[in-house]
């Protein structure tokens, strides 16, 4: 398996507090992306990371913010939670931009009161 | 991005095949077909992939239509460890320095019986 972690596994926070998401990988992978989960929906990829300090959007990334200071750590970071943010969160890695697999964590369940 | 459309839900008995359905009507040339599974309470996890030619792996098989406009994977024995949801994914070379983005659907919700 993926040496791929993920912290907390489980949260239950506020509305408007902040709250961070911890990606940690021991692979070594260039790409690392965050996704969440929500019925209906299945997964959507919200940021993603092709190197050190490298990120982008992805297609849900409204109230959200990562930071990549090192290979091994991607950080998602909700300034504001809010209820709609409420969600399982995944991590994924991917060694080369033609990797065929992505690599993903056991996830994050947030909730957000 | 080119959609995927599976069907909701399936059942198999324990050790018979299952072949999962996916139609992909307007998928490009250059759009690899994957598929990964969701056991519950956990990530997503590669199953297989393929572009042209049928594929074949420890987990699974894959054909794919000459047209390239359906696919199905194709578990040989199924066992209660493979219920789990499958997602039939179109992975198109997207993002900044070759990264990649998987769009996920509803996915079949694959169930074994004993």
């Known amino acids: 398996d993926a040496g791929i972690t993920q912290s907390p596994r489980h949260k239950v926070t506020e509305t408007g507090t902040p709250v961070t998401l911890r990606c940690h990988q021991t692979?070594?992978?260039?790409?690392m992306y965050w996704y969440r989960q929500d019925p209906g929906h299945g997964l959507r990829l919200i940021h993603y990371?092709?190197?050190?300090?490298?990120?982008d959007k992805g297609e849900v990334s409204d109230g959200y913010s990562v930071s990549r200071s090192k290979t091994e750590d991607f950080l998602l970071t909700l300034e504001s939670a809010t209820s709609s943010q409420t969600s399982v969160y995944f991590c994924?890695?991917?060694?080369?931009?033609?990797?065929?697999?992505?690599?993903f964590g056991p996830g994050t369940r947030l909730t957000v009161t | 991005d080119a959609k995927t459309t599976q069907p909701n839900s399936m059942e198999s008995n324990e050790e018979e095949p299952v072949h999962l359905p996916c139609n992909h009507s307007?998928?490009?040339?250059?759009?690899?077909i994957h598929w990964y599974r969701q056991l519950p309470s956990q990530g997503p996890e590669y199953v297989i992939h393929?572009?042209?030619s049928n594929v074949n792996n420890r987990m699974a098989s894959l054909a794919i239509a000459e047209d390239r406009k359906s696919s199905t994977l194709i578990l040989h024995r199924a066992t209660l460890r493979d219920a789990a949801v499958y997602y039939c994914?179109?992975?198109?070379?997207?993002?900044?320095?070759?990264?990649?983005?998987?769009?996920f659907g509803q996915g079949t919700r694959l169930t074994i019986n004993p």
């Open positions: 994924a890695i991917s060694e080369t931009g033609q990797s065929y697999e992505q690599y």
């Open positions: 692979e070594n992978h260039r790409y």
């Open positions: 990371s092709y190197g050190v300090k490298d990120t």
């Open positions: 307007t998928i490009s040339g250059t759009d690899y």
């Open positions: 393929g572009l042209t």
């Open positions: 994914i179109l992975r198109a070379n997207l993002l900044i320095q070759g990264a990649q983005k998987l769009v």
